[in-house]
T-cell receptor, first 112, second 112 residues
Framework: NAGVTQTPKFRILKIGQSMTLQCTQD?????MYWYRQDPGMGLKLIYY???????DKGEVPNGYNVSRSTTEDFPLRLELAAPSQTSVYFC???????????FGAGTRLSVL | GQQLNQSPQSMFIQEGEDVSMNCTSS?????WLWYKQDPGEGPVLLIA?????ELTSNGRLTAQFGITRKDSFLNISASIPSDVGIYFC????????????FGTGTRLQVTL
């Protein structure tokens, strides 16, 4: 039972570098989400998608981009990494029938 | 952006004790969820509540959906060492693509 898979688990970036955080789910869920979790805080929504080809901004979208070309994949792109983007990033998915979100194990990103 | 207020922020308890935590909001939610996050992992769903006044149990865990729909409570009975972690509440409004608003978390530590 893979569920939601995130890669990489850890990454260190230099300021100004770019990278893509990968997320894939095998539950055929329509909804997918990206969150960031800063130390001692709850999760804040960056972007979400209600289906392939449809994405929308969450609470903290600045500095990020997403795409949803397939039901399974929802990559998160950082174009010009900044120290403020040091955080733990979680991807989640939810089905239509039971609107409960299931989370991946997270990607720990440091921007130095 | 809104975050739900959880209390207490952290608690140290002895094995075998009962634990109570709560979550409050200035807005009404249609669904309340409780998640647990272990170190280095993503949140895992514990209990989902769908109706005001609902009381639901999952083993030693019991959660309630407040009558006003602006709060929720989680109780853990007879705590054990593996209960250690961070507990998050999350609220959901119907028709919003299952988006969640998360609480700030309650960090639970259990001593022998």
């Amino acid at each position: 039972n893979a569920g939601v898979t995130q890669t990489p688990k850890f990454r260190i970036l230099k300021i100004g570098q770019s990278m893509t955080l990968q997320c894939t789910q095998d539950m055929n869920h329509n909804y997918m989400y990206w969150y960031r979790q800063d130390p001692g805080m709850g999760l804040k929504l960056i972007y979400y998608s209600v289906g392939a080809g449809i994405t929308d901004k969450g609470e903290v979208p600045n500095g990020y981009n997403v795409s949803r070309s397939t039901t399974e994949d929802f990559p998160l792109r950082l174009e010009l990494a900044a120290p403020s983007q040091t955080s733990v990033y979680f991807c989640a998915s939810a089905g239509l029938a039971k609107n409960i979100q299931y989370f991946g194990a997270g990607t720990r990103l440091s921007v130095l | 952006g809104q975050q739900l207020n959880q209390s207490p922020q952290s608690m140290f308890i002895q094995e075998g004790e009962d634990v109570s935590m709560n979550c409050t909001s200035s807005s009404i939610f249609n669904t309340w969820l409780w998640y647990k996050q272990d170190p280095g992992e993503g949140p895992v769903l514990l209990i989902a509540l769908y109706k005001a006044g609902e009381l639901t149990s999952n083993g030693r865990l019991t959660a309630q959906f407040g009558i006003t729909r602006k709060d929720s409570f989680l109780n853990i009975s007879a705590s054990i060492p593996s209960d250690v972690g961070i507990y998050f509440c999350a609220g959901q409004v119907s028709g919003t693509a299952s988006k969640l608003t998360f609480g700030t978390g309650t960090r639970l530590q259990v001593t022998l």
